[in-house]
């Protein structure tokens, strides 16, 4: 990894947030330190669990990370001490940690978590297909691959692809694919790296944080009279061509034409 890649990393806010529960664990000992050598007291555990949430939360607004970060950055030592304090198996920690890696992978850095759409966004793609024989679909960020396998039995002339970065929807989606005999295909691995001059619809549904690069990519590499889709997610500054609502309060569906 690169320095570039590296800076790059520290600034995700998953990074960012870790960094400052480190630092306010660092205060809290100074603090319990201080205590012990000039005041001859202990810190207790749950005081310093407090005191440290709180540091983390006030360090969080002050490095301006998000509002949403500041209840979590309070909680999380005491939830720590809690878990803690359930002495849970250690083999259980780890089990966790393996398969929330498989299941999110690189969330942190991506700031797109895993949750699928549902049919009613699958129907409203495929409204939005174009009819021409062997038409060709990706969606960027493929899940558990729901959309691309409706979206293959619908039109079995089309070729439909998804692309995933994370071991475990992409391991589901492809053995989804391969028990319902589905002409769908999916791979592993990062958009980012995928041409998209070869589609003729490419559909998303990642996060506010992607939109800027996805359009940026979708700019530079889609062909002219292809279409771009993003489920629930505009892109900052740009008027969409098309956008279907959805219905009884469910995100829209947006589309440019490129
Ligand atoms: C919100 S889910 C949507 C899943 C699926 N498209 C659907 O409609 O059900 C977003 C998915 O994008 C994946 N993802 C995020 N960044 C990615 C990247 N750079 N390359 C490939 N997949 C990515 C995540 O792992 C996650 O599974």
Partial sequence: MGRVQVRQMMRTPAIHALLIQLAAFVLVLLLAVGLRTFAGTDLNILSAALVHGAAAALISYWRRLAAWWFPIQFIFPVALLTVHALR???WLFLAAFLALTCLYWTTFRTQVPFFPSGPATWHA????LP???GVRVVDVGSGL?????????????GEFSGIEVAPLPWLISALRARLAGSRGRFIRGDYDRLAFAGFDVVFAYLSPAAMPALW?????EMRPGTLLLSHEFPIPGVEPSLIIPG???RPSLFGWHM
Avoid: F, Q
């Fill in 145 to 157: 691959g729901g959309l691309i396998l409706h979206l293959a039995r619908l039109r079995p002339e």
């Fill in 125 to 128: 793609v495929a409204g939005l």
């Fill in 88 to 90: 849970l198996p250690s």
């Fill in 247 to 249: 219905a009884a309060g």
């Fill in 131 to 133: 009819e021409k024989e």
């Fill in 216 to 220: 940026a990519k979708a700019r530079a």
